[in-house]
């Protein structure tokens, strides 16, 4: 294989020769399984379960592959290899996921083995992306960067890459398992809505331990995680996820897949009896073989040591008079950058959500730029978000304006993380097979009737999130405003929920009212917004918390008034 | 009236698959033929629809040619048959926020 892995990049993983001969040998497995079933010796039903322990997925128009970053985390020749393979056998973009992914929609089953041979000259692969396995891991896009930092969740996560890949209990799960790690005091990367939600801390002395949450997640019968441990030492990490795998392996439903989540078992079992099978097994599993050896963690971690930093002062002359001279960078600061631990540094985050734009999606041109830019401004390294932007963790202030000047002469410098126009939406009807309803045009609209920066701004903090079916790839439980498609006799509806929230004061939103049209639902959003602004004490009180203090009735009152 | 209930009153039938070796969305045509654009698709009886699926499905197999066969609901809407639901009218023309992708950018 013509190897041109990332190099010495900081802050990200580099393969050692076992992981890059377990790549490979899985690319010539499946190259051969693809031509057994183009000859006929593999029928559907057969081939089936190896394509999607491969990433590969049949949609509405073309196979789909979806490709791991793992724990959201690629260095800019690893994006510049998507961007290539996007033009070559796909039709000129690809689109960003809230598993920190990126997929494909216009795949050829035949070409597959190639663009897997192709991505492993890189160190990348589509395992773990499909399948009742455990799914790519995901953190905190701020990883390594963000000033309430604690612990460095990408060293915990690729622990966990490297212990759940073929292992023989998680290869063949009830269903589908996704981890997700946070080390800071914000919780970035939804922890609670996870199959196991993990907030890494330190204790008294300084050590690494954990939180373990389990049995969150949204789709048919959305569950917040409940806390089954409040530390676990560092040394009883793999122990006690296996503790927890084993306990789901045992009693988790095969029967029926809408119950086959852990999130059922840890209802139905109830959190006592479930912890108390957990703890069971994990004092059986503890010893010797389980421990968590500090000389791997420490190996692991010189992997994500800190990139050379420069000793800047904090305070950026040049940024300052950027700022005077062009408002609407001046907004994109205030919206889009957050404080970076180091002095005279900067985290950027890059909007993939232009006003009217699909969500989550980018051309192979913009990868390039975004690679360069990487290159140019953040040691080569990137990183995806579970909202479906990319950020550049490491810029110095000094940059940023040169750095935004670039982007958004390539429609990526919008001004919105985190407001009304940075919308998830999943692919809905638009490309999914089990869509009932599309998500991505209401996403355009609603961002299109909320372009204006200003009025954005004046919004404040507002997520919504949109799916296009129960299964809740769009999040939308958690949406501040939620919105889930449905399917009336033939004809798309939107139900709309709101008071859901992501982070660390996890809420499940509640359904205001009966499902409304697509046209309608815009206004309805609109009316939403309005009233929040009628209500709201003063520019600092949130949404979330305006609905919090008046409860649902005015904003019912509002949309469905004429009904 | 919304489309599944037009489908109800006197609608056809066409069959469709995904082939296999590029996803390329396809519809049976006449003589049992495989055609990439749905105005080539032949329209079955709802009766006789369940035994050409049957045989599509056993020959799709056989030759390694299509996965994901089913049949679905085709209406006419002033003088001309289209899909009936927005799933398969989505399927037949490409997504409908990228208009220059799929079947309709041909």
Request: charged letters at 25%.
């Amino acid at each position: 294989m013509n190897h041109i892995a990332p190099g010495a990049r900081a802050g990200i993983y580099h393969y050692d020769e076992i992981d890059r001969q377990f790549v490979a040998e899985r690319v010539e497995q499946f190259r051969k399984q693809v031509e057994r079933r183009l000859s006929g010796e593999l029928t559907e039903e057969e081939f089936k379960p190896v394509r999607l322990m491969n990433g590969l997925y049949l949609q509405l128009h073309a196979y789909m592959v979806r490709i791991a970053v793992p724990y959201g985390v690629m260095s800019a020749t690893q994006l510049r290899k998507l961007a290539e393979i996007g033009r070559k056998y796909d039709r000129g973009y690809g689109h960003f996921t809230t598993r920190q992914n990126l997929q494909y929609n216009w795949i050829k089953l035949e070409d597959t083995p190639a663009i897997l041979h192709e991505l492993a000259e890189v160190d990348m692969h589509a395992l773990q992306t499909s399948g009742n396995c455990v799914r790519n891991v995901t953190t905190d896009p701020f990883v390594g960067a963000a000033k309430d930092e604690v612990v460095d969740g990408r060293v915990y996560a690729e622990i966990l890459r490297q212990w759940t890949t073929m292992h023989p209990e998680f290869t063949y799960l009830p269903r589908k398992f996704k981890i997700a790690i946070s080390g800071a005091e914000s919780d970035r990367a939804a922890v609670r809505i996870h199959d196991v939600g993990l907030l890494a801390r330190r204790n008294d002395k300084g050590e690494a331990g954990f939180s373990f949450y389990v049995g969150g997640g949204l789709g048919r019968s959305p569950f917040v995680g409940k806390l089954v441990r409040e530390w676990v030492a560092e040394e009883d990490f793999v122990a006690y996820l296996e503790a927890i795998l084993r306990v789901y392996n045992q009693y988790g439903r095969r029967d029926n897949i809408y119950k086959a989540r852990i999130k059922i078992l840890v209802h139905e079992l109830g959190l006592e009896k479930f912890t108390q099978e957990v703890e069971e097994e994990f004092a059986r599993l503890r010893g010797p073989k389980y421990r968590l050896d500090p000389e791997i963690v420490e190996g692991v971690r010189q992997h994500f040591a800190p990139p050379p930093l420069e000793e800047l002062p904090d305070h950026s002359e040049a940024l300052e008079r950027a700022k005077a001279s062009d408002p609407a960078f001046a907004n994109w600061l205030e919206v889009n950058v957050a404080e970076h631990k180091a002095p005279g540094y900067a985290i950027a985050t890059v909007s993939l959500k232009p006003a009217g734009g699909i969500p989550g999606d980018a051309t192979c041109d913009q990868m390039d730029l975004v690679a360069d830019l990487a290159e140019r401004h953040s040691f080569g390294e990137l990183r995806v978000t579970h909202v479906q932007n990319l950020v550049l963790a490491h810029v110095k202030k000094d940059e940023l304006y040169d750095l935004w000047k670039r982007l958004d002469a390539a429609g990526l410098g919008s001004a919105n993380a985190g407001l009304i126009g940075d919308i998830i939406a999943c692919p809905g009807l638009d490309y999914c097979a089990l869509a009932n309803a599309r998500a991505i045009p209401l996403a355009q609209a609603i961002s299109a009737r909320f372009a204006d920066p200003v009025r954005q701004r004046t919004i404040g903090e507002l997520g919504i999130k949109i799916s296009g079916c129960i299964n809740a790839c769009g999040h939308h439980h958690v949406g501040a405003i939620g919105i889930l498609g449905v399917d009336k006799k033939g004809t798309e509806y939107y139900q709309i929920t709101v008071g859901g929230d992501p982070t660390l004061t996890t809420e499940i939103g509640d359904i205001l009212g009966p499902a409304v049209t697509e046209t309608e639902a815009v206004d309805a959003i609109e009316a939403i917004v309005d009233v929040y602004l009628a209500n709201r004490t003063g520019e600092g009180e949130r949404f979330i918390d305006t609905l919090r203090r008046v409860g649902h009735a005015p904003f019912k009152e509002r949309i469905y008034a004429a009904d | 009236m919304s489309a599944k209930d037009r489908s109800k009153e006197g609608s056809m039938k066409a069959i469709t698959a995904n082939r296999l070796r590029d996803g390329e969305v396809v519809f049976l045509g006449k003589d049992g033929v495989w055609v990439e654009s749905f105005a080539e698709a032949a329209l079955f009886q709802r009766s006789e629809a369940d035994a050409v699926l049957a045989d599509a499905k056993a020959k799709a197999e056989r030759e390694q040619f299509g996965v994901d066969i089913y049949a679905f609901e085709v209406v006419d809407e002033d003088g001309v048959p289209v899909p009936a639901t927005m799933r398969e009218r989505i399927r037949t023309a490409g997504p409908t926020v990228r208009l220059d992708l799929g079947k309709q950018a041909a």
